[in-house]
C-alpha cells in the first residue's frame, strides 16, 4: 500500500508561479501529477520515472512547469511558471503503478487533491 500526501497550491494571477510537492511511501519508481478542472475529465500533467530521473509532459504545460523528485525520499515537486487562468484544477499527486517510456502513465495511489486558482 503506498500513502500519497501533497502540499501547495492556492491562488496565483496570471504570469505567477506556484509549487506543488508530495509525498509517497513505498517502493515506487514513478511519481507524477495529474489535474481536473471543473466539467472536465482527469488529465495528465507530468510524470518522473525517480530511478533514472526521466521526466515527461503534457503538451500544455510543457516549458512551463518543472518536474522533480528524490528517489531515495520518495518526494517530488512540480514547479508551475508562467501560469494561466486554464491551468485552474484541483491537482492531484500520483505514485507507483506503470510509467512507460513513452510517458503513458498508469498510478497505483492518488492524493487527495490540492486547489490551484490562477486568476487573470
Known amino acids: 500500500q503506498v500513502s500519497v500526501a501533497e502540499s501547495g497550491g492556492g491562488l496565483a494571477q496570471a504570469g505567477g508561479f506556484l509549487t506543488l510537492s508530495c509525498a509517497a511511501s513505498g517502493r515506487i519508481y514513478a511519481m507524477g501529477w495529474f489535474r481536473q478542472a471543473p466539467g472536465k475529465e482527469r488529465e495528465f500533467v507530468a510524470a518522473?520515472?525517480?530511478?533514472?530521473?526521466?521526466?515527461y509532459y503534457s503538451d500544455s504545460v510543457r516549458g512551463r512547469f518543472t518536474i522533480s523528485g528524490d528517489n531515495a525520499k520518495k518526494t517530488e515537486s512540480l514547479q508551475m511558471n508562467n501560469v494561466k487562468p486554464e491551468d485552474t484544477a484541483v491537482y492531484y499527486c500520483?505514485?507507483?503503478?506503470?510509467?512507460?517510456?513513452?510517458?503513458?502513465?498508469?498510478?497505483?495511489?492518488w492524493g487527495q487533491g490540492t486547489q490551484v486558482t490562477v486568476s487573470s
Open positions: 500520483a505514485a507507483g503503478g506503470t510509467l512507460y517510456s513513452s510517458g503513458s502513465y498508469y498510478p497505483a495511489s
Open positions: 518522473i520515472n525517480l530511478g533514472n530521473g526521466r521526466t
